[in-house]
């Protein structure tokens, strides 16, 4: 069925170090994904995204790399700040169904 | 220019009673989907409306349903409220196709059933 998965629901990393947030689907049919960040009181905000027919996709400190032939996802933040705790969702699309598969989110803990 | 807009933030309702949630769009928008979130279920989808026509409709009961206006607002209603329907319950909007591109979401609304 339907599943887009977190390996680990709580990460914690040093302030500086870098974070690294997996993901994986089961849908192989799906052609886009998308990570959101959400901080506690707010809606889940866009970071990335990247599309089937790409790997890999760079963005201000953050870089999602895509394995379609495992069909894992993850979201690389380099250089951990405080201002990145948050719980992170992966979104798993694929076209005609006009919704979004999402996890269950990672909560990501910096320390200082 | 404005995000997506919705109201109230926060709701308490008894068991049995009915609810109705807004959510304006960011302009230009014509797609709005709405997502139930609660702890430890992550984000669920509900139904989603283009041009005030439904493309798509989440797993759940009946008593959850929707409408989007000319104006591409829409709303949201659950009717004979249940305490699992308390959540925080979220809107998105995209581009005009809403197919392939990230959602911009508002605060969501907290609904508490008691």
């Known amino acids: 069925g339907e599943s887009v998965g977190l390996h680990l629901p709580t990460l914690s990393v040093q302030e500086g170090d870098n974070s690294i947030i997996n993901c994986a689907y089961s849908?192989?049919?799906?052609?886009?994904f998308i990570w959101y960040k959400q901080e506690s009181g707010k809606g889940p905000q866009f970071i990335i995204d990247?599309?089937?027919?790409?790997d890999k996709r760079q963005g201000q400190r953050v870089t999602v790399l895509l394995n379609k032939t495992v069909k894992h996802l993850s979201l690389q933040i380099a250089a951990t700040q405080p201002g990145d705790s948050a719980v992170y969702f992966c979104?798993?699309?694929?076209?005609?169904?006009?919704?979004?598969?999402f996890g269950t989110g990672t909560r990501l803990k910096v320390l200082a | 220019k404005a995000g997506v807009t919705q109201t109230p933030r926060y709701l308490i309702k008894t068991r049995g009673q009915q609810v109705t949630l807004s959510c304006s769009p960011i302009?230009?928008?014509?797609?709005v989907s709405w997502y139930q979130q609660t702890p430890g279920q992550g984000l669920q989808f509900l139904f989603e409306?283009?041009?005030?026509?439904?493309?798509n409709k989440g797993n759940f009961p009946g008593r959850f349903s929707g409408r989007q206006f000319s104006n591409s607002r829409s709303e949201m209603n659950v009717s004979t409220l249940e305490l699992g329907d308390s959540a925080l319950y979220l809107c998105?909007?995209?581009?005009?196709?809403?197919?392939?591109?990230?959602?911009?979401f508002g605060s969501g609304t907290r609904l508490t059933v008691v």
């Open positions: 998105a909007s995209s581009l005009s196709t809403g197919e392939g591109y990230g959602y911009t």
């Open positions: 849908n192989s049919a799906s052609d886009y």
């Open positions: 990247i599309r089937s027919n790409m």
């Open positions: 979104a798993d699309h694929f076209s005609g169904t006009y919704k979004y598969i």
């Open positions: 302009s230009g928008h014509r797609s």
């Open positions: 409306y283009f041009s005030e026509t439904q493309r």
